[in-house]
């Protein structure tokens, strides 16, 4: 059994903040469950272009609000509390965040905890040429 309390772990280095977010990485692939999870906090007035084309994430919102588009088809949705969005087909998409956002995020594969956005807003496959 594996037990962690966000308020410990966002003083360790499980905690990776970049501009305009951080992230608290609670499961990593280390951990071994096939998945990560992750407490992300998107701040307030930021805007982020994301494109995972290695990795599916599930995001649900906790808190805040804000919007998601879908790059290719321009389709934009409001994030608020109980709003969860799949990136099924590596969707490019650009994430903003109107107010602070709490979002409560799963990535398969997992990822290994200090992955940073490449410039194509994606992040590298472990093992693989970046």
């Known amino acids: 059994m594996i037990v962690r309390d966000l308020n410990v772990e966002k003083n360790t280095t499980r905690k990776v903040e970049s501009k305009g977010w951080d992230s608290v990485r609670l499961l990593l692939k280390d951990d071994g469950v096939g998945f990560s999870f992750h407490i992300t906090t998107i701040h307030a007035g930021t805007e982020h272009l994301f494109h995972y084309k290695n990795h599916f994430e599930c995001v649900y919102c906790i808190s ?6 879908n790059i290719a088809t321009g389709e934009l949705h409001p994030i608020h509390p109980g709003v969860m969005y799949v990136l099924n087909e590596h969707d490019r998409h650009r994430l903003k965040g109107d107010t602070e956002m709490v979002m409560a995020c799963v990535f398969n594969p997992p990822v290994t ?15 693989a040429p970046i």
Do not use: K, M, T, W
Not at 64 to 69: K, L, T, V
Not at 113 to 127: F, K, N, P
């Open 113 to 127: 905890g200090r992955e940073v956005h490449l410039e194509d807003g994606s992040y590298a496959l472990e093992g």
């Open 64 to 69: 805040g609000n804000g919007s998601i588009e």
